[in-house]
């Protein structure tokens, strides 16, 4: 039996991050991983479709080119160079998580851990036992049990990033992060997609208008939505729904793509530790991650919370800090997410939508893209941000879509992580000219 402080399962980055913060702080740690390092976001999630993205970004730029005074440009679009790209980028950050990992408390084991009781794993055939166990999974794509002929392949996010050619047609069943970014990205790529979606508008995490806008967005660009819709079957031809006036609808298409969620992934000897989980809500844990068995701890999308690669990374820092008896101020309740589409969208806390539901009195404060300079000299004047905030100007939350995004919600985080009001934020200053002054027009309104 070999004694350890902490065995993590899944060196994702959940797991990887807990590891390197717990051996900085002189826990020995053995981490089991199956896979590449790094787990989805790295290998088949947010890292490679960034990198699809940027390409994307770029065509969009190119097919804009003469607003730009560059006539007559011409090029031949290589997906096999665009993977390659993409193949470098994860390698290069893969071997940066191996170099973290080697430090002298890790102990980085390429086998699968099961769970022999509460204390202790197996692996490769060895005893490992630790006073305290995170389990850090990750998930699984869902599918839908369609019928479906054995000659039609229905691919899910990671076989599209590493797709031989480009498909002509693309049906994308779900208009979800994965489904929207995968339909933005390739059709810019130059391919005919089409979404097929169950609920009214996509993205249900964001404000419904700003949803709704982002969608007419891609929809002008090319994209074709079926909203409100139900997938009945796949066949060799394509996908077969009953649209939302209930007329069964078959779109041809040569490549199909699942994104109806990803599902936490568990198994089946997690019962011998004795925790509660099920397959569909992930492992069941309180405010700090802990299980109901006391020293196993669970982070990132196994348990199901937010299934979002810097979620994970800061419960697993949490979680460390509890082990080693400190305290900290990471405010795992006010996490912003950001969908990577052209143009992309950000949120964090609530929404319009969401204070109406809870019946809250909330003030909504706009700004447009289009009334800031920089966005106007970027020609990026597509865009809306919404700051909400109490009666006494607590915000409350923030959602956007337009240019970097992304970077304007993270700022409204860290204000909202230190309890800033709206006039605080009217009184800082914003380099001028950038697009985080559409912020600070919102707060100045
Ligand atoms: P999702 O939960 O975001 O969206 C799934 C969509 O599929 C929903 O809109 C749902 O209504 C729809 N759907 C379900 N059943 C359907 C059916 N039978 N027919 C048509 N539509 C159906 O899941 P998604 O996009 O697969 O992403 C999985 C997870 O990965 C999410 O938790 C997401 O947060 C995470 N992720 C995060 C990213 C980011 O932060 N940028 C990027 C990609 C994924």
Redesign the pocket.
């Known amino acids: 039996m070999i004694q350890t402080d902490l065995i993590i399962i899944g060196a994702g980055p959940g797991g990887y991050r807990a590891a390197e913060y717990a051996a900085k702080n002189g826990l020995k740690v053995i981490v089991f991983e199956t896979s590449h390092v790094g787990g989805t976001c790295l290998n088949v999630?947010?890292i490679p479709?960034k990198s699809f993205a940027r390409d994307a970004e770029i065509i969009q730029t190119l097919n804009n080119a003469e607003t730009f005074g560059l006539n007559g440009l011409d090029y031949e679009f290589d997906i096999q160079k665009v993977i390659r790209r993409k193949d470098e980028v994860i390698a290069s950050l893969r071997a940066g998580i191996e170099t973290l990992l080697s430090h002298p408390n890790i102990t980085l084991i390429k086998a699968e851990a099961q769970f022999k009781d509460a204390h202790t794993v197996t692996a490769d055939g060895e005893e490992y036992s630790a006073s305290h166990i995170i389990v850090a999974t990750g998930s699984v794509p869902k599918t839908?049990r369609l019928e479906k002929p054995a000659e039609r392949r229905v691919l899910d996010s990671s076989d599209l990033l590493s797709i031989g050619e480009l498909p002509e047609r693309l049906c994308i069943?779900?208009?979800?992060?994965?489904?929207m970014?995968f339909a933005s990205i390739f059709n810019a790529f130059g391919t005919e997609v089409t979404v097929?979606?169950?609920?009214k508008e996509c993205l249900?995490v964001l404000d419904s208008d700003i949803a709704k806008r982002l969608r007419k967005s891609l929809e002008k660009q090319g994209v074709t939505f079926h909203m409100q819709s139900?997938?009945t079957a796949i066949t060799k031809a394509g996908v077969v729904f009953t649209d939302k006036k209930g007329n069964a609808v078959t779109i041809e298409a040569d490549e199909v793509l699942m994104?109806?969620?990803?599902a936490p992934r568990v198994f089946d000897h997690f019962s011998k530790a004795g925790f509660e989980y099920s397959e569909r809500t992930g492992i069941a844990v309180n405010e700090h991650l802990q299980t109901t068995v006391p020293h196993i701890y669970a982070i990132g999308d196994v348990n199901a919370r937010q299934?979002?690669a810097h979620a994970a990374e800061m419960q697993g820092i949490h979680v460390v800090n509890q082990i080693l008896g400190k305290t900290d101020e990471i405010r795992l309740d006010i996490m912003p997410?950001?969908?990577?589409t052209l143009p992309e969208a950000a949120c964090v806390g609530l929404s319009e939508d969401s204070c109406k539901e809870q019946g809250r009195e909330y003030v909504c404060k706009k700004s447009f893209w289009r009334a800031n300079g920089k966005a106007l000299a970027m020609n990026e004047s597509e865009g809306l941000l919404k700051l909400i905030s109490s009666p006494q100007g607590d915000i409350l939350g923030c959602h956007a879509y337009g240019a970097h995004a992304a970077d304007l919600i993270q700022e409204v985080s860290a204000l909202m992580c230190r309890n800033t009001t709206v006039e605080q934020l009217a009184h800082i200053i914003h380099i001028h000219p950038t697009l985080s002054e559409v912020l600070h027009s919102a707060a100045e309104s």
Do not use: Q, Y
């Open positions: 999630g947010c479709t839908l069943i779900g208009a979800g992060v994965i489904g970014e097929v979606e169950f609920l249900p139900s997938v994104a109806v969620g990803r299934m979002l997410a950001a969908i990577f």
